[in-house]
């Protein structure tokens, strides 16, 4: 069945860093749009950054210029390099694949101010 696995969140300064991978399996990623989404406290989930099979990106507004989504197709997983991190930023992220009503556990980012 379909799988997703997010990793890498965690808790970090402000102003830092973290790099979130998205482990996929039980599907051809390869042909997939992948996108990144987060659910901060009380708020609804939104959509960060997505990303084509020909890896043509777009990002949300707040994350353009400071997070990078990327893809490795041989290992099937999408990840999310997130720059100059802000409290704001705190959220359980979540991957999803366009076109599939599937989400995996998500993991916690946490940005200390």
């Known amino acids: 069945q379909v799988q997703l696995v997010e990793s890498g969140g965690g808790l970090v300064p402000a102003g830092g860093y973290l790099k979130l991978s998205c482990a996929t399996s039980?599907?051809?990623?390869?042909?997939?749009?992948m996108r990144w989404y987060r659910q901060r406290p009380g708020k609804e989930r939104e959509w960060v950054a997505h990303i084509t099979p020909t890896s043509t990106t777009t990002y949300a507004t707040f994350a353009r210029g400071r997070f990078t989504i990327s893809r490795d197709d041989a290992k099937s997983t999408v990840y999310l390099q997130m720059n100059d991190l802000k409290p704001e930023d705190s959220a359980m992220y979540f991957c999803?694949?366009?076109?599939?009503?599937?989400w995996g556990q998500g993991t916690q980012v946490t940005v200390a101010s």
């Open positions: 999803t694949i366009v076109g599939m009503p599937v």
């Open positions: 039980g599907f051809d990623f390869s042909i997939k749009t």
